[in-house]
């Protein structure tokens, strides 16, 4: 009895309530027939929820997302299908797919009779204003009697995940971004001083292709080497990505540490467009030893789509990585937050001499409060102008962004900058 109340609902409840009432009302005024309809009403609630709860369905569930990655503020079209493997017909049930928050509001429809073996199929719609790899499903179901007295509901298992990549930008520049070392068309002037197994072998590292195993070096100097770029002579562009939670302002979409995502994702596809190989410095690269391989576009936008914030133990690691990338030749492009000047210094490092580095220096400060630092409390982060300086001095071309700049004007006045200062 105690299992059959709580299948019951609201209006099973008050009927039960009800139901007492009159009974004993009719049992203390000695009227029958008020004493027989107390009982009915009490009886009907828990009938309905012995029929909701011995009647048994089964159901496949299957979820086609179309498509099944999309950039921030697209649709993606979800198709769920019930198939109906039972022998009895299903009865009317309502059903809502969980979702994570990000994507909207929980859809919810009413599914009508499924005859055994059939399959009817309902679409909904979905969008994230946040990159992210997010979840659909598992989808609860509700089964009502036809008075409404008496629910059951359950969960069938089965999810499927929407990849949410950074959105891109299509970007545009007067001139070519890079110069020297990897510049268009140019065998890089390392590989001309040095020879080409020179800048393109290195020590063979867990996770390498065996088949890029250069046995001559690994001869000449007893370790296992590896070509690290089939084509040397290919344009090579770095591209950094600041992790650190204190160089960074604001929260969710509007934040900076998104718009500098957004930036590099922007940035690596207009270099790829262009013939660039791209490597992708960031803590995901870093920790599965894809950094030093070039990346394609998509590749790049799987990874951006999932990094996160990171604490600064990351940090050397990531500037150790891009400072061995630009030793073998390329330019280097970093969207990254105010820095101390330390670390500055070693971020102005990484240009090579005869090489171009690019740098969009975001102001942490002007998106908003950096995450975990309360208003007013704790030192502020030094002004993005000296940071911009001392790159500048380094002989970077760099330029500071707020939060109302968007990514392909930023990108344009950064091209279009000379070499320490800006037009």
Known sequence: MRSLRRLLTTRGRAFVGAGVTLAL???LFGFRDLTRFGVLLVALPYISAMLVRTRKTRLRIERHISPDRITVGQDAHVALAFENVSTTTTPVFLAEERLDYVLGDRPRFIVGRIPPGRVRIIDYTVRSHLRGRHHLGPLGVQVQDPFGLATRAAVLEGTADLVILPQVHPLSASRQPSSGVGSEGELAHLIALHGEDDVTIREYRDGDDLRRIHWPATART?????????RPAQRRAVVLLDPRPDAHGGSGAMGSYEWAVSACASIAAHL???????????PETVESGRVTA??????ILD???????RSQATDDLMLREAQALAAAGGFVVAVVG?????VTGRL?????PGTTGLALVLDALAFGQPPGRPGGSGPRPDPVAAHVDALRLAGWRAIPVGRDEDVPHAWAVLTAATVGGAR
């Open 348 to 352: 102005a490092s990484l240009r090579q």
């Open 222 to 230: 007893g370790d296992l080497m590896v070509r690290q770029e089939d």
């Open 303 to 309: 990874v951006l789509a999932m990094t996160q914030l």
């Open 294 to 299: 070039s990346l394609q576009i998509d590749e």
């Open 338 to 342: 105010p820095r101390g000047h330390e």
């Open 272 to 282: 790829c467009e262009t013939g660039y190989a791209v490597h992708l410095v960031c």
């Open 25 to 27: 009302a009719g049992i």
